[in-house]
T-cell receptor, first 112, second 111 residues
Framework: DGGITQSPKYLFRKEGQNVTLSCEQN?????MYWYRQDPGQGLRLIYY???????QKGDIAEGYSVSREKKESFPLTVTSAQKNPTAFYLC???????????FGPGTRLTVT | SQQGEEDPQALSIQEGENATMNCSYK?????LQWYRQNSGRGLVHLIL???NEREKHSGRLRVTLDTSKKSSSLLITASRAADTASYFC???????????WGAGTKLIIKP
């Protein structure tokens, strides 16, 4: 099956800890994205990568970091510098610019 | 930054009725896309309409685009309980290679 996987589905962490969210795709897509979604709101872009070993900040990159060492993988680290990390995190990919995006099932992160 | 604004924020209709959702945006676009999100899940792409297109169909879905009014509408005909979800529009410009998302319309289909 082709698609995007995110793990884990639910993640709980204590305040002050860094946590890494996994995103893997086997669609052979060049571009990958990380979004944050808060209750009742739309998606806000955290980081995106259009090619391996390159990524750009989105609208809300502060407190987050990413890497893109392989085409298939785009992990997101939520650092302790992120003030309100509790949210639903969505990873997406697409083949090229102006194409539709394919989404993973999401990771719900709760920090207490 | 949010560009798309969906209207209404919430819509509740009887099964079998048609549902119409609207999206307005502010700047020129290359394309506009509609997505569906079931509660607690990832988004699913529905339709992409390019700036030189006025209407597209996919099954029970019909999307229109009016670039002069900077608006789009999504029509779901003969609604079903399974259509209950949130629907988002997203726009993409010619040069920024990012989707800009609206806050979504929550659609509830009553049996």
């Amino acid at each position: 099956d082709g698609g995007i996987t995110q793990s884990p589905k639910y993640l709980f962490r204590k305040e002050g800890q860094n946590v890494t969210l996994s995103c893997e795709q086997n669609l052979n897509h060049d571009a990958m994205y990380w979004y944050r979604q808060d209750p009742g709101q739309g998606l806000r872009l955290i980081y995106y990568s259009q090619i391996v070993n390159d990524f750009q900040k989105g609208d809300i990159a502060e407190g987050y970091s990413v890497s893109r060492e392989k085409k298939e993988s785009f992990p997101l680290t939520v650092t302790s510098a992120q003030k309100n990390p509790t949210a639903f995190y969505l990873c997406a990919s697409r083949a090229g610019i102006w194409d539709e995006q394919y989404f993973g099932p999401g990771t719900r992160l709760t920090v207490t | 930054s949010q560009q798309g604004e969906e209207d209404p924020q919430a819509l509740s209709i009887q099964e079998g009725e048609n549902a119409t959702m609207n999206c307005s945006y502010k700047t020129s676009i290359n394309n506009l896309q509609w997505y569906r999100q079931n509660s607690g899940r990832g988004l699913v792409h529905l339709i992409l309409i390019r700036s030189n297109e006025r209407e597209k169909h996919s099954g029970r879905l019909r999307v229109t685009l009016d670039t002069s009014k900077k608006s789009s509408s999504l029509l779901i005909t003969a609604s079903r309980a399974a259509d209950t979800a949130s629907y988002f529009c997203a726009t993409e410009g010619d040069s920024n290679y990012q989707l800009i998302w609206g806050a979504g319309t929550k659609l509830i289909i009553k049996p």
